[in-house]
């Protein structure tokens, strides 16, 4: 009788350990599938906000380049026309250095991971820094312009730069995510 009462218990024993087990493994399997769609979905986000900052970059750069050739631009008296120039050719460069490392984010993924940071660092140089400093050139090349395209290119301006933080938050946490 003790005999079978004993392997009743390790039997009962043996049941319980390895229904902890199942569910252990099941929260575990659980847990990485979690981390997983989380990771991806943090991809996804990161690179819809990289595509609407290329888009706007892409329009904003047209935009730029019909500045110097609108009525209201030729017609002024211009007496900082370089200032123009420089400010169309500034706007510009930057927004070409901006798609440029935008395009180079676009790929994220583990490998990519090491290069995130120096994309970062050009797109906050060539957006933050380059094009809030041209645009105050800009300001005095079109001081005497219809206003109504200062506050084009000023909105342009703040957008491609909140489009860009954006760009610089997402990816920043995505990198996070994937080095831990």
Do not use: W
């Not at 819809?48 to 500045?67: G, H, M, V």
């Not at 017609?75 to 927004?95: F, H």
């Not at 301006?157 to 996070?176: G, Q, R």
């Amino acid at each position: 009788m003790a005999t079978k009462t004993m392997n009743m218990f390790l039997v009962l024993v043996m049941s319980t350990i390895l229904a902890i087990c199942v569910v252990s493994a099941h929260e575990k399997t659980y847990s990485m599938r979690s981390a997983h769609v989380k990771t991806y979905s943090m991809r996804l986000a990161a690179r819809d906000a990289i595509t609407l900052a290329i888009s706007e970059i892409s329009n904003t750069q047209k935009f730029i380049n019909t500045i110097p050739r609108l009525k209201t631009v030729e017609t002024a008296a211009m007496p900082d026309e370089t200032a123009l120039v420089s400010c169309a050719v500034g706007l510009i460069d930057s927004m070409s250095n901006a798609h440029s490392a935008l395009q180079r984010m676009r790929h994220l993924n583990k490998a990519t991971v090491p290069f995130i940071d120096s994309d970062v660092d050009a797109l906050k140089s060539a957006v933050l820094s380059r094009i809030a400093s041209f645009n105050n050139v800009c300001q005095v090349g079109l001081k005497d312009v219809d206003k109504t395209i200062v506050v084009m290119l000023n909105r342009k301006l703040e957008d491609v730069m909140m489009l860009a933080s954006n760009v610089i938050k997402h990816v920043s946490d995505l990198k996070i995510k994937l080095s831990n």
